[in-house]
């Protein structure tokens, strides 16, 4: 599959909207550099945000981003990215910052316009785009969450649309860049022997877990306006779920790929109380801009289910938070077992029969569980995996990855329209009507409701213990 195949003009410049905020500092400022190295980035990068800084100001905070993120190995790379950057100071609300932009951009006409701002902000930076006369021939790349619920996603939508064509809008999560949720779709469609099997007869449940062993740190009052439903779960993990569920592609090209992850959304059982479980780590409440009572979850669990001719029945049951015993990303597909006992310890005493398991990170890895005899004339066996380690040295980071397909206009890698929004119309009935969250010791797996939740299908299955550096 020529997952990526569109052809098309690239930008001839890049500007970053809140250049001086969180967003920048941690990712983008490295993305850019990694460009630099490779030799991509060969266009103007202006610099927007309200702060009243100068240029230098700027220089120094992009040299204090690459040294965090790794270090300055390459002067000539550096020099490069300083010597592409521009700054314009002024106010999103006021006409006259997008005219000092346009005049920085001279000569560009195919700029991308990069949203590193609160949510909030899109729909007015949308707007004086399209009045100051910058969004034409242009592109707009979105920061997730794309919306709040499935109201605001609809009208931020048609804000979007009205100033910028779909092709032209790149709504980007991070996630969709990394290389091991890319392996996803290539694993399923590039292996004969898997499709058989990668079905309601087949396949008992699925579990997709993304756990970190921190807290919201510097975070807490953008967690009070998200929660981790829409942090993580209506966005990352829903991804995922796509990848693992859709049908095989019409044909070769990304556009077949989003028409199935689409139909995947949209054939997803909308969710009800019963199929969600909040939790919040204990001291939450004690972090800066959090609330004193809040009842927003750092923690959330529930059971979906696909009302698809493949998938119809088999639950899927996703689970992150904050806090937790460690930092992983896994799924764990669960095959049925043998439809016939032929040995005493063919259905083993822990319910897991054969599954196979997709480790997404800290690294990326893929194991196929199968039981083995054991030497002897007794027919007993024990569960082994069949292990590849799947390391990726060198490779793109994921930032720079799908800032470099939006500069070219590639939307292989980033939502569409109709996509967000039947993600958003599936956890809507329960972003307000939920019951309270539960407590939960942070180094644990979650709130024990959450073991109540998977319970009719055996056991949450815990990642291997990889601990992040403080």
Same mark, same amino acid.
């Given at each position: 599959?020529?997952?990526?195949?569109?052809?098309?003009?690239?930008?001839?410049?890049?500007?970053?909207?809140?250049?001086?905020?969180?967003?920048?500092?941690?990712?983008?400022?490295?993305?850019?550099?990694?460009?630099?190295?490779?030799?991509?980035?060969?266009?103007? !990068?202006?610099?927007? $945000?309200?702060?009243?800084?100068?240029?230098? @100001?700027?220089?120094?905070? !992009?040299?204090?981003?690459?040294?965090?993120?790794?270090?300055?190995?390459?002067? $000539?790379?550096?020099?490069?990215?300083?010597? &592409?950057? &521009?700054?314009?100071?002024?106010?999103?609300?006021?006409?006259?910052?997008?005219?000092?932009?346009?005049?920085?951009?001279?000569?560009?006409?195919?700029?991308?316009?990069?949203?590193?701002?609160?949510?909030?902000?899109?729909?007015?930076?949308?707007?004086?785009? =399209?009045?100051?006369?910058? %969004?034409?021939?242009?592109?707009?790349?979105?920061?997730?969450?794309?919306?709040?619920?499935?109201?605001?996603?609809?009208?931020?939508?048609?804000?979007?649309?009205?100033?910028?064509?779909?092709?032209?809008?790149?709504?980007?999560?991070?996630?969709?860049?990394?290389?091991?949720?890319?392996?996803?779709? #290539?694993?399923?469609?590039?292996?004969?022997?898997?499709?058989?099997?990668?079905?309601?007869?087949?396949?008992?449940?699925?579990?997709?877990?993304?756990? +970190?062993?921190?807290?919201?740190?510097?975070?807490?009052?953008?967690?009070?306006?998200?929660?981790?439903?829409?942090?993580?779960? &209506?966005?990352?993990?829903?991804?995922?779920?796509?990848?693992?569920?859709?049908?095989?592609? $019409?044909?070769?090209?990304?556009?077949?790929?989003?028409?199935?992850?689409?139909?995947?959304? @949209?054939?997803?059982?909308?969710?009800?109380? =019963?199929?969600?479980?909040?939790?919040?780590?204990?001291?939450?409440?004690?972090?800066?801009?959090?609330?004193?009572?809040?009842?927003?979850?750092?923690?959330?669990?529930?059971?979906?289910?696909?009302?698809?001719?493949?998938?119809?029945?088999?639950?899927?049951?996703?689970?992150?938070?904050?806090?937790?015993?460690?930092?992983?990303?896994?799924?764990?597909?669960?095959?049925?077992?043998?439809?016939?006992?032929?040995?005493?310890?063919?259905?083993?005493?822990?319910?897991?029969?054969?599954?196979?398991?997709?480790?997404?990170?800290?690294?990326?890895?893929?194991?196929? %569980?199968?039981?083995?005899?054991?030497?002897?004339?007794?027919?007993?066996?024990?569960?082994?995996?069949?292990?590849?380690?799947?390391?990726?040295?060198?490779? +793109?980071?994921? #930032?720079?990855?799908?800032?470099?397909?939006?500069?070219?206009?590639?939307?292989?890698?980033?939502?569409?329209?109709?996509? !967000?929004?039947?993600?958003? %119309? !599936?956890?809507?009935?329960?972003?307000?009507?939920?019951?309270?969250?539960?407590?939960?010791?942070? =180094?644990?797996?979650?709130?024990?409701?959450?073991?109540?939740?998977?319970?009719?299908?055996?056991?949450?299955?815990?990642?291997?213990?990889?601990?992040?550096?403080?």
């Amino acid at each position: 599959m020529d997952y990526k195949h569109i052809r098309t003009t690239p930008a001839d410049a890049l500007v970053i909207f809140g250049v001086t905020g969180d967003l920048a500092h941690k990712m983008i400022f490295p993305a850019l550099y990694a460009m630099a190295k490779r030799g991509l980035l060969n266009v103007p !990068v202006v610099g927007v $945000a309200s702060s009243p800084w100068t240029l230098a @100001q700027l220089h120094k905070r !992009v040299r204090d981003s690459i040294r965090q993120a790794g270090k300055i190995d390459d002067r $000539a790379a550096l020099d490069c990215l300083l010597s &592409q950057l &521009q700054y314009v100071s002024g106010d999103y609300n006021d006409p006259s910052t997008f005219g000092a932009l346009k005049q920085k951009l001279g000569a560009a006409r195919r700029p991308a316009h990069y949203l590193a701002i609160p949510p909030a902000l899109f729909a007015t930076v949308i707007k004086n785009l =399209g009045t100051s006369g910058l %969004a034409k021939q242009a592109r707009v790349i979105v920061e997730k969450p794309f919306g709040r619920d499935l109201a605001s996603a609809r009208e931020l939508n048609r804000i979007a649309l009205s100033v910028f064509a779909e092709d032209s809008i790149f709504r980007i999560d991070h996630y969709l860049g990394k290389e091991a949720i890319m392996n996803i779709l #290539y694993f399923r469609f590039a292996n004969s022997f898997l499709e058989p099997i990668w079905n309601r007869d087949n396949v008992a449940s699925v579990q997709i877990t993304l756990a +970190e062993d921190f807290g919201v740190k510097e975070r807490g009052a953008f967690y009070e306006s998200a929660g981790c439903l829409r942090d993580v779960i &209506q966005n990352h993990l829903f991804q995922i779920v796509a990848l693992l569920a859709m049908e095989p592609p $019409a044909f070769q090209g990304f556009g077949a790929v989003h028409n199935e992850k689409a139909k995947v959304f @949209q054939a997803m059982r909308p969710l009800v109380p =019963g199929d969600v479980v909040r939790g919040q780590y204990t001291g939450y409440r004690k972090e800066p801009g959090v609330a004193k009572k809040s009842d927003v979850e750092t923690f959330c669990a529930l059971r979906l289910f696909i009302d698809s001719w493949r998938w119809a029945g088999v639950p899927w049951y996703l689970r992150s938070g904050k806090f937790m015993a460690s930092t992983a990303a896994e799924v764990m597909v669960e095959l049925k077992p043998p439809p016939q006992k032929l040995f005493n310890d063919s259905h083993p005493a822990n319910g897991r029969s054969n599954y196979l398991r997709f480790r997404l990170s800290p690294n990326s890895a893929i194991a196929l %569980a199968a039981r083995v005899k054991c030497d002897g004339k007794a027919f007993v066996g024990e569960q082994r995996e069949l292990y590849l380690l799947d390391e990726h040295h060198g490779a +793109e980071l994921p #930032y720079e990855r799908l800032l470099c397909d939006a500069m070219a206009g590639d939307g292989a890698l980033f939502s569409r329209e109709d996509a !967000v929004e039947a993600a958003w %119309a !599936v956890v809507d009935p329960v972003l307000d009507t939920h019951a309270p969250v539960h407590p939960y010791k942070p =180094g644990s797996w979650g709130p024990r409701q959450a073991d109540a939740l998977i319970a009719a299908d055996g056991s949450w299955n815990n990642p291997i213990m990889v601990k992040t550096k403080k």
